[in-house]
């Protein structure tokens, strides 16, 4: 059997910079549907895992409190 030689990882872990505020921006396109390749491609390179679940949950809660607003109000009508 061929063995692989004891090499160390050259992958280092990658450092994402960016805030909040700019994971919540590119969750709202995504709601929107209007995201262009070179504006996914950096998120995907900058944007932090965590926030982007936590951003898309919120942004799920307001949508469907939104939604019940509306209709609770187009009901009381």
Not at 25 to 38: Q, T
Not at 52 to 59: C, D, K, S, T, W
């Amino acid at each position: 059997m061929t063995e692989l030689p004891n090499k160390p990882s050259t992958l280092q872990p990658q450092k994402r910079k960016s805030s909040f505020l700019r994971t919540a921006k590119a969750i709202l396109w995504s709601f929107v549907g209007l995201r262009s390749r070179s504006d996914y491609e950096k998120d995907i390179e900058q944007l932090n895992p965590v926030h982007i679940v936590i951003a898309g949950l919120i942004g799920v809660m307001l949508f469907v409190a939104s939604l019940f607003l509306v209709a609770t109000w187009v009901v009381g009508k």
